[in-house]
């Protein structure tokens, strides 16, 4: 009786752990062909990836009206959800003073939080923060870190 429920169990499991595999490999949308009410859908169901895209659209004027501030509650929402590019995207917005007033710490921030999580254009920029000073003190070690950390050359 035990062994019957036993193998229940783990065929109950297997069955299942197949299954989880299956959805996480399903195929992820061409979010560049669609237009934007299905970003929008997507983005509401929570998909980072429409998240940034959209935020993009915003920050562009792309089949959108240009606005910078939904731009980036956007991209702060794709990049919780973990969107390593939304991050770098935010990080641009701060660098360059696009529809945010320009701050060089708030920029380092979000490309070290990309890099941290294992984005190598986030690695990249992490570096030449620490090469120029920019948002956060120069340090020439830990510029070289992250940029052989990110496999790019300058």
């Not at 959805?23 to 061409?30: I, R």
């Not at 708030?106 to 948002?135: C, H, I, P, T």
Request: proline fraction near 1%; avoid cysteine; aromatic fraction near 10%.
């Amino acid at each position: 009786m035990r062994k019957k429920l036993l193998v229940g169990i783990l065929s109950f499991v297997a069955i299942l752990g197949i299954m989880l595999v299956i959805l996480d490999n399903q195929e992820k949308p061409n979010y560049a062909a669609l237009d934007v009410l299905e970003l929008k859908e997507l983005s509401d169901e929570g998909d980072r990836e429409a998240q940034g895209v959209l935020a993009y659209y915003y920050q562009e004027g792309i089949n959108v009206k240009k606005d910078y501030e939904k731009s980036l509650e956007l991209y702060l929402k794709s990049a919780e959800n973990g969107n390593t590019t939304s991050m770098i995207n935010i990080a641009y917005l701060y660098s360059n003073g696009i529809g945010v007033e320009q701050n060089h710490k708030e920029a380092f921030k979000w490309n070290l939080q990309a890099a941290e999580n294992g984005d190598s254009s986030g690695m990249f920029n992490v570096s030449r923060k620490y090469e120029f000073g920019l948002g956060v003190e120069r340090n020439p070690e830990k510029a070289t870190y992250w940029l052989e950390k990110s496999g790019k050359e300058i």
